[in-house]
T-cell receptor
């Protein structure tokens, strides 16, 4: 079963624009992670935010976490064509890094 | 430093057969997990091993089994293959189990015909 639900399912933007993806989940969590996947291959870890954190930055990425609403958002600023990929949120409810993934958001960045 | 390596990259099997997938974690990583990703879906957790002990098991039938070796590499075994087992099987490693992001391998694409 999948705990996280990403929104939107697909997003199409132009290079230079910002991309925002949202994730909702159902149960309490230890941390929430975002991953990127290119062309159905391996996932790349982007960022981890713990349940006691509200915001985290990494380069052009900004992640927020609202545990009261059980939701998170991933913002990619100044998007590039190379950002084209599927993005997944994954929740760790156990504290042992057993991740539950959502279905993902497909991001298309056009030059 | 080599990343997480999985073998084989692609595999075609017939229904009812058995398959073994292999994974070598990043050097020094003691935690290995397996995920199944069906086309169009997010990965689903199958197993987690840490220090050669099973630490977690997802909602998969007993046809699925795994183990971790003293060098922390791991095998995923699937018996009596069904068409529905066709998927990308992903292995991921991390230094330990708590509050660490995973490094994923490129996966093994299994097709059951």
């Amino acid at each position: 079963s999948q705990q996280g639900e990403e929104d939107p399912q697909a997003l199409s933007i132009q290079e230079g624009e910002n991309a925002t993806m949202n994730c909702s989940y159902k149960t309490s969590i230890n941390n929430l992670q975002w991953y990127r996947q290119n062309s159905g291959r391996g996932l790349v870890h982007l960022i981890l935010i713990r349940s006691n954190e509200r915001e985290k930055h990494s380069g052009r990425l900004r992640v927020t976490l609202d545990t009261s609403k059980k939701s998170s958002s991933l913002l990619i600023t100044a998007s590039r064509a190379a950002d084209t990929a599927s993005y997944f949120c994954a929740t760790d409810s156990t504290g042992y890094s057993t991740l539950t993934f959502g279905k993902g958001t497909m991001l298309l960045v056009s030059p | 430093d080599a990343g997480v390596t999985q073998s084989p990259t692609h595999l075609i099997k017939t229904r009812g057969q058995h398959v073994t997938l292999r994974c070598s974690p990043i050097s020094g990583h003691k935690s290995v997990s397996w995920y199944q990703q069906v086309l169009g879906q997010g990965p689903q957790f199958i197993f987690q091993y840490y220090e050669k002990e099973e630490r977690g098991r997802g909602n998969f039938p007993d046809r699925f089994s795994a183990r971790q070796f003293p060098n922390y590499s791991s095998e995923l075994n699937v018996n009596a293959l069904l068409l529905g087992d066709s998927a990308l099987y992903l292995c991921a490693s991390s230094p330990r189990t708590a509050n660490y992001g995973y490094t994923f391998g490129s996966g093994t694409r299994l097709t059951v015909v």
